[in-house]
């Protein structure tokens, strides 16, 4: 089967068209969590993949939205621990296209000499693991 792909207005969502009719004319079924996905087994299985947070059947396509799982990690995981050293780092942005990560240091971050080293051994080592489009972090 060949799918094509389009992007949408929201940049987090995919739609996938696989020309063929997925819910049939006028029907649609919008499954905006894991949990309400139990009637449907390939929303189900889209939903066994992390990043998923929303899937969505229309007539002919079918749309997924991914979690903004970068942000998550960044809030969760490293401002954290770049707090105890009296710091901050704020998310900047997502290249999908060349899969670079932006962020800005501040407070005792920025300009500190071991932030090139936390930023590519450390940050970017764990966004790579976790969101395998991610290629590099860079400060900004």
Known sequence: MFIQ???TPNPATLK??????????????????ADQ??????????FAIPEVSRVFFGS??????KSEQIKELIETR???AVAQDGGDIIFKGFDGASGVVSLHLQGSCAGCPSSTMT???????M??????????????
């Open 60 to 65: 002919d396509f079918i749309s997924v939205t």
């Open 5 to 7: 792909t389009e992007s």
């Open 16 to 33: 996938f068209l696989p020309g063929r009719e997925v819910m049939g004319e006028g029907a649609v079924a919008d499954f905006p969590s």
């Open 127 to 140: 966004l790579r693991h976790y969101v395998p489009e991610v290629t590099a972090v860079e400060a900004v």
């Open 78 to 80: 490293v401002r954290p």
């Open 119 to 125: 930023l590519k051994n450390g940050i970017e080592n």
């Open 37 to 46: 996905a139990g009637r449907s087994p390939l929303a189900k299985a889209l």
